[in-house]
Every structure is written in C-alpha cells, then in structure tokens.
C-alpha cells in the first residue's frame, strides 16, 4: 500500500507529529510546524527513512488534516489556534469477551459443531467435527438498544466492533491511562469471541458531562475520557494490567472471586468495574444487558462473560465543523479534515469512504484536470458519529 501512494505522488513520514499549524491568519494556512522522532520505516532502514524525513523538512505544507480519534494533543493544538471545534456525541463501555464455543451455540444452536478453524486446540474447545472444513464461519452477534434507562432517560447501548475468534489488545497512550480494544486475526482461529458494549453519551444537555463541559467547553468530552481512562489505570495498576470482572458480577456490584480465561497477554486483576463510571452509564448498561440483550442472545449473561476495562475511544467526542459542499473547514480556503478524528466516522470503513470522499472535494475544487472522481461522487460520511 505504501508504495502505491508513492507511485502515485503521495507522501508518507514516518515519526512525523504535527504541533502547529502557525497560527492561520484570514481563512489561510500557510504553514505547518512538524517534530520529527527517531522512527525506522519497516523494510526501507535508517538512512532512506532519514532521506525521506530530510526532503519532507525542506517543504512542509498543509491541505489537509487526517488525525485520529485519539491525538488529543492534536485536539488541543486545534483549540489552542482557534480553528473551530464542536462536541459531538460518542460511547464508552467495556470490551466484553465469551469462549468462541458459547457464541457458536448461541447462535448455530444443534449447527455449532460445523464451526471448523482448522486450529487444533480452538476447535476441540469449540466441540467441531472431525471434519476438514466446516459449513459455517466462526459465530458472530450485534446488539443494540435505545432504550437502556440509566434512571432518568433511555440512552443507546450497543455492540461495537465483533471480534469473532479473536483477542483482546491494549490502546494505551499513555501509562497512566488503560484502554482496551479488540481484534481479530484473518483466521479468526482463537478461543475466544469479544466485542465492544457501550452506552451513548454527549447528547446536548447531557448531565454526565455537564461539569466536564463547564469546565473544558468543546474539549469536556476528551477530558471525560481521559479521567475514566485513569480510573480504569488506578483500578489495574501499571503495566498495562487490565482491571476485569465477570458479567454476573458487574450486575450485581460484587468483586469477582475468580477469573475465567482470557485472550488478553498481559496481566490482569479482579477490579469493581462497576465503579468506573458515572451511574447514568452503569445503570444504562445493566438494565440494557439484563432485559434486553438476554432476550436477543438468551445466554448472552453468562458466568464465562468478562468485562476487560475500558473502552473509550469508539469515536472522537469532537468534531471539526467543514462546508458541506466543499469539505473545507469553515471560514479556510486550503484546509481540509477527514475520518476519525475529525468527528465524521466510527470506524475503518466509514473513515476510508470519508477520506475518498473528501479526496474527491480536494481534486474538484483545485480544478484537476480530466479527473472524473473515485464513484463516491464527492459524498463523505454523514455526520452520525
């Protein structure tokens, strides 16, 4: 991929980090300051990538922006020089993880056992046949809800980001902070099913974060984050030890005594997740757990469930405001945002389909010649994330 955007004139830096755009002053960025770390590009060695950083030095310019959902600092270099932000909403909750084996005969029921790997271990836990390839892929679940009642309002609760025989990582980025997510491997050969579940919050007027926004203004939903980032930090220890608790127990409010297996490779410590949040958020996930979820998936609440703690970043709590015919962010004429971190996608795919959208805009509204788009016809993602 990488030598596919070079091919085509493209430009990647490797330890490249943005920290100011120069104070753009009449709708124009005219300069971009860059810091530049001691990264190696895998298969190119130091000296080309030291090549490659030297010539990006000699001419930095800007026309777009592409940041992810977690550069906060990024965020506050944005504010700090006035471009214009916005709170959005977003979710925060757990990764939560079952054996692969629970999930197949939730969902395939007397078909369960047609789920081959072709992973020895994986498919004798699994219960598969004795068979070269199975009939069916490893088991998959989405969930959802509006109406998860956190004691005043109905607030959405939902899966986010299955990861079928997969495993849980950390997304630490800082060592005072741990945050979780998931993935899954192409095989998708592991012992283990997780997913995310979380609750909305940033809705306007929302009082969870209230205080976080009376004191932060449009950052009050970074800052939320990062203080249940910590707590989630405080309850693990260092050493990115990830605070868990079995399902049954995070309903009830009760430690849990002992723990199941789990594909997480780095420590991890029995913690009283259901301390991490605010009420709002814990009582809209217990109540969207208990009565709707096991209703949708009857075994979903079960003793092998683990909570891994926290999930946070599904989505950036801030948005760049951008014209929507031209994609530019308002009041500039030469700065263009997309994905993630600019607040319009919650995911690969819908950044990709932003990023190809917004590329249409660049090239339309610079006048390139001959060009006839990439079939998006200069639509982005909407802005529901």
Same mark, same amino acid.
């Given at each position: 991929?990488?030598?596919e955007?070079r091919?085509?004139?493209?430009?990647?830096?490797?330890g490249?980090?943005?920290?100011? /755009?120069?104070?753009?002053?009449?709708g124009?960025?005219?300069k971009v300051?860059?810091e530049?770390s001691?990264?190696? &590009?895998?298969?190119?060695?130091k !000296?080309?990538?030291?090549?490659?950083?030297r010539?990006?030095?000699?001419?930095v310019e800007?026309?777009s922006?592409?940041?992810? +959902?977690s550069?906060? =600092?990024?965020?506050?270099?944005? +504010?700090?020089?006035?471009?214009?932000?916005?709170?959005?909403?977003?979710?925060?909750?757990?990764?939560? !993880? +079952?054996p692969? $084996?629970l999930?197949?005969s939730?969902?395939?029921? !007397?078909?369960?056992?047609?789920?081959? %790997?072709?992973?020895?271990? %994986?498919?004798l836990?699994?219960?598969?046949k004795?068979?070269?390839?199975?009939?069916?892929?490893?088991?998959?679940?989405?969930?959802?809800?509006?109406?998860?009642?956190?004691?005043?309002?109905?607030?959405?609760?939902y899966?986010f980001c299955?990861c079928?025989?997969?495993?849980?990582?950390?997304?630490?980025?800082?060592?005072?902070e @741990? *945050?979780?997510?998931?993935?899954?491997?192409?095989?998708? =050969?592991?012992e283990?099913?997780?997913?995310? *579940? *979380?609750?909305?919050?940033?809705e306007e007027?929302?009082?969870?974060?209230?205080?976080?926004w009376?004191?932060?203004?449009v950052?009050?939903?970074?800052?939320?984050?990062?203080?249940?980032?910590?707590k $989630?930090?405080e309850l693990?220890?260092?050493?990115f030890?990830?605070?868990v608790?079995?399902?049954?127990?995070?309903?009830?409010s @009760?430690?849990?005594?002992?723990?199941?297996?789990?594909?997480?490779?780095?420590?991890?410590?029995?913690s009283?997740? +259901?301390?991490?949040?605010?009420?709002q958020?814990t009582?809209?996930?217990?109540?969207a757990?208990?009565?709707?979820?096991e209703?949708?998936?009857?075994?979903?609440?079960?003793?092998?469930?683990?909570?891994h703690?926290? &999930? %946070?970043? %599904?989505?950036?709590?801030?948005?760049?405001?951008?014209?929507?015919?031209t994609?530019?962010?308002e009041?500039? &004429?030469?700065?263009?945002?997309?994905?993630?971190?600019?607040?319009?996608?919650?995911?690969?795919v819908s950044?990709s389909?932003?990023?190809?959208g917004?590329?249409?805009?660049?090239?339309?509204?610079?006048?390139?010649e001959?060009?006839?788009?990439?079939? /998006?016809g200069?639509?982005?993602?909407?802005?529901n994330?």
């Amino acid at each position: 991929m990488r030598k596919e955007i070079r091919s085509l004139g493209g430009e990647i830096r490797f330890g490249a980090k943005v920290t100011s /755009l120069g104070y753009p002053e009449n709708g124009t960025v005219k300069k971009v300051r860059v810091e530049y770390s001691d990264v190696i &590009e895998r298969g190119l060695g130091k !000296e080309e990538t030291e090549r490659i950083n030297r010539m990006a030095r000699e001419r930095v310019e800007i026309g777009s922006e592409d940041i992810g +959902h977690s550069a906060r =600092d990024v965020y506050k270099m944005l +504010h700090k020089e006035k471009i214009p932000l916005k709170p959005k909403p977003f979710a925060v909750g757990f990764r939560i !993880e +079952h054996p692969q $084996s629970l999930i197949n005969s939730l969902q395939y029921k !007397e078909y369960s056992d047609q789920v081959v %790997t072709g992973k020895k271990g %994986t498919d004798l836990a699994n219960g598969s046949k004795d068979i070269v390839e199975g009939v069916l892929p490893v088991a998959s679940y989405r969930l959802a809800t509006d109406l998860g009642y956190d004691g005043k309002i109905n607030r959405p609760v939902y899966s986010f980001c299955m990861c079928p025989g997969g495993q849980i990582v950390p997304a630490s980025t800082s060592e005072e902070e @741990t *945050v979780v997510n998931g993935m899954s491997f192409s095989k998708r =050969d592991s012992e283990f099913a997780n997913s995310a *579940v *979380v609750v909305g919050v940033g809705e306007e007027g929302d009082e969870v974060l209230e205080e976080y926004w009376e004191k932060w203004g449009v950052l009050g939903g970074m800052y939320f984050q990062e203080d249940i980032e910590r707590k $989630s930090r405080e309850l693990g220890g260092s050493n990115f030890t990830v605070p868990v608790q079995r399902l049954p127990n995070f309903l009830n409010s @009760t430690l849990s005594p002992t723990l199941p297996k789990s594909s997480y490779r780095l420590p991890k410590k029995s913690s009283p997740l +259901h301390t991490v949040y605010p009420p709002q958020i814990t009582n809209s996930l217990k109540h969207a757990i208990t009565e709707i979820f096991e209703r949708q998936i009857p075994g979903y609440l079960d003793e092998s469930a683990l909570l891994h703690g926290v &999930e %946070t970043r %599904t989505s950036s709590p801030i948005r760049i405001p951008r014209d929507k015919e031209t994609y530019l962010v308002e009041g500039f &004429e030469n700065f263009y945002v997309a994905g993630e971190g600019a607040g319009y996608a919650g995911g690969i795919v819908s950044a990709s389909c932003d990023g190809i959208g917004v590329a249409e805009k660049v090239c339309a509204n610079m006048g390139a010649e001959g060009f006839e788009g990439f079939g /998006l016809g200069g639509k982005g993602v909407k802005e529901n994330y």
